[in-house]
T-cell receptor, first 116, second 114 residues
Framework: DTGVSQNPRHKITKRGQNVTFRCDPI?????LYWYRQTLGQGPEFLTY????????KSRLLSDRFSAERPKGSFSTLEIQRTEQGDSAMYLC??????????????FGPGTRLTVL | GNSVTQMEGPVTLSEEAFLTINCTYT??????LFWYVQYPGEGLQLLLK?????DKGSNKGFEATYRKETTSFHLEKGSVQVSDSAVYFC?????????????FGKGTKLTVNP
């Protein structure tokens, strides 16, 4: 396993279109996080899964955003009716092994979304 | 709420210079503190961490000490190299209900010239 992977790496779309991103975590990791990073800012938390259960969602995650993690493996993040303000880098991270005192989050390379 | 404030960049140094990047935090509860690094074209990587007051995290010549009294976690390196050029993010988390979501600062871009 070479780490967290994200696809696509880049996505350009027109305003109003729907987009979906995929994240494949490190295989033995049970926790998965999505963050959003805009230019010149640090990543901001969007949502968190433990196995297949979505346990926390940020207020940043509007009704147009939905995330899933079927079977507790890969995760998808969908944005409906995209807006120009959605343009950002979307980062996925995973951590795992129940019982650890601290679970380091390993980040993927991100998906850069540009909404025209 | 929980927040992190980092020294604004960019920071430009010559090779072998001393580096300090300031980081202060506001948190409810007892956070763990981290420095993450993002090299050009790569994903975020954990550089070092400290989980309680007075702990010192260290890695690759970088150090940071968790100072509860000043709510700070400043990053230092005695002699920087060109390969240290990257963006550095200070972050915290407060584990709650299994979630260890990270709260990041805005990042500080470091450029080291030969």
């Amino acid at each position: 396993d070479t780490g967290v992977s994200q696809n696509p790496r880049h996505k350009i779309t027109k305003r109003g279109q729907n987009v979906t991103f995929r994240c494949d975590p490190i295989s033995e990791h049970n926790r998965l996080y999505w963050y959003r990073q805009t230019l010149g800012q640090g990543p901001e938390f969007l949502t968190y899964f433990q196995n297949e259960a979505q346990l926390e969602k940020s207020r940043l995650l509007s009704d147009r955003f939905s995330a899933e993690r079927p079977k507790g493996s890969f995760s998808t993040l969908e944005i409906q009716r995209t807006e120009q303000g959605d343009s950002a880098m979307y980062l996925c991270a995973s951590s795992g092994l129940a019982g650890d005192l601290y679970n380091e989050q390993f980040f993927g390379p991100g998906t850069r979304l540009t909404v025209l | 709420g929980n927040s992190v404030t980092q020294m604004e960049g960019p920071v430009t140094l010559s090779e072998e210079a001393f580096l300090t990047i300031n980081c202060t935090y506001t948190a409810t509860g007892y956070p763990s503190l981290f420095w993450y690094v993002q090299y050009p074209g790569e994903g975020l990587q954990l550089l070092l961490k400290a989980t309680k007051a007075d702990d010192k995290g260290s890695n690759k010549g970088f150090e940071a000490t968790y100072r509860k009294e000043t709510t700070s976690f400043h990053l230092e390196k005695g002699s920087v190299q060109v390969s240290d050029s990257a963006v550095y993010f200070c972050a915290l988390n407060i584990p709650q209900g299994g979630s260890e979501k990270l709260v990041f600062g805005k990042g500080t871009k470091l450029t080291v010239n030969p």
